[in-house]
């Protein structure tokens, strides 16, 4: 049996939803929604996305003591930020790339089973 200490707690997932409103880049190329698992832990978002298309992404970001939270996903030129709710149960915001898309996320707390 694992014993934890202090400094450890359980994981808490949250489900990631991110929706685009735009429909099309400057390019005239689908932009794109992603759907995912994301956990904070320790002031961080960490967690894997997969797209409209199937490729799948890495989700990096840091929340501040003010609940402000800021990040992307990796190598793709694809920035978020947004605020987490006071009680913790709900995150959300706009995104946004360099090929002109732009849209909402929400990352939602997954219940324990």
Known sequence: MIQLNSTQREQVLYKLLAVAE?????????????I?????????????????????YKVSGAINNSKKITGSLIDTGIYFEGEMSLDGNIASGKWT???????????????KS
């Open 22 to 34: 735009t429909e099309v880049d400057r390019s005239g190329k689908t932009c794109r929604d992603a």
């Open 97 to 111: 790339n360099f090929y002109k898309c732009h849209g909402i996320w929400t990352a939602t707390k997954l219940a």
């Open 36 to 56: 995912g698992i994301v956990e904070f832990l320790h002031n961080k978002m960490v967690g894997s996305a997969t797209d409209t298309f199937g490729d799948r």
